[in-house]
């Protein structure tokens, strides 16, 4: 589901802990309905978050299963604006922390005691989840977070606009800048990644057949095939053939379906709204390979649902968690199927989810299916913003991607150590 519920915010930057949880101070004012709500007879009560997705319809989904629970009343912090990780983050600094909160995958959380290991709960249920969810999840055997959708990520394109321009889906990344050159004319750019261009940062490392973080969390990006594909991007920019000023980021699908680009990258969240608007003219690949021999990527985001380990309900809150995104699979299908499409991690919804049966959304199952990569739980807020900078300077400033690529592996490095010795 799209992060946006209000003016500009980019969906990755929830992804962003901000400074660890020890450098943030009191909790900023929060948006949404502060209110009690849902059911339970028992006098207890749990606080959830919940980032404002965009979608018609998810806040009050969210309400209604909590109502739905007789164990407790539970109470949904619906937060709005821009900075959703950095609100959360100092509210767990405070005695108004919530219960149960959504993020992803966070090193930092789990090396802090803040969230607690769910092995006793998901493990009855564990060979039903996506292997590559449970993994994501996993640090010295335990499994922190339950998973609630997955979010595959990939180009969508207007049909008609490549027929007209003579161009063909491309292949390579080579082909990728070729496309948007030719589909470029005085009212459409012919490929639109973001307004920051950092949207594509994962996927642009795993298709020149690189990587974040090898198996012993040691540099992995920093190859040949990784510089020339920032020399790609680099050519894109300076060309003039890339959207960069698009009214809303590349989460919302308004570039693609105004007509201001000819491709997109978007996430499969978005999908039905792109449908309803054109129809048969709508398309998906995968990023394309940068590399000789290496794969496309789909990048897979998504959200899951953590418990606060420092929190005064620890116990209950896990059988909140247990309730809802394990037991409740009306609930958990409904997620991920009723708000924009989404990807269930459990594999027996899946294979009932009928909407992603056929056309394009199993098109996008495919794609997710064969090329699908996810979030490397070491890869923390600060290594993210070294490689963004990548981008910035080496793409956007014109600096040598060598020089650039260096400099990111002085910040990340030094990361390393912090986490690893």
Known sequence: MSALSSSNWDRRSVLRAAAGLAALGPLAACGGNTGREGGGSSGKGLVQYFHAYGEAGTQEAIKRYAKAYDEARVTTQWITGTNFESKLFSSLLTDNAPDVFEFHPQLQLIKSGQVAPLDDIIDPVKDDFNPADIKSHTVDGKVYGV?????????????????????????????????????????????????????????????????????????????????????????????????????????????????????????????????????DDLGIFPFPSAASGAKPAVYNGGWSMFVNAKGKNVDLAKEYVKWLWIDQKKY??????????????????????????????????????????????SWTQAMITAFEEVIANSVRKGTNPEKALDAADTKVNRELKKLFG
């Open 332 to 377: 958990q299908e409904d997620w991920a199927l009723s708000y924009g499409f989404h990807i269930p991690p459990r594999t027996s919804i899946a294979e009932s989810a009928t909407k992603l049966k056929s056309g394009l959304p199993a098109e996008g199952v495919k794609l997710f299916t064969d090329y699908g990569r996810f979030d490397n739980i």
């Open 147 to 279: 998973r609630m959708i997955d979010d595959p990520q990939f180009f969508f394109y207007r049909k008609s606009m490549l027929e007209k321009a003579g161009v063909d889906v491309p292949q390579t990344l080579e082909e990728l800048a070729e496309a948007a050159d030719k589909l470029t004319t005085d009212k459409v750019k012919g490929l639109f990644i973001g307004n920051s261009m950092v949207s594509t940062n994962y996927a642009l490392v795993w298709a020149a057949g690189a990587d974040q973080l090898n198996d012993k969390n040691e540099i992995a990006y920093h190859t040949d095939e990784v510089v020339e594909a920032l020399k790609i991007y680099r050519k894109m920019f300076t060309s003039g053939h890339l959207l960069l000023d698009a009214p809303a980021d590349y989460w919302d699908p308004s570039a693609l379906v105004q007509g201001l680009t000819a491709i997109q990258w978007c996430g499969m969240w978005a999908m039905p709204v792109m449908q309803k608007a054109l129809g």
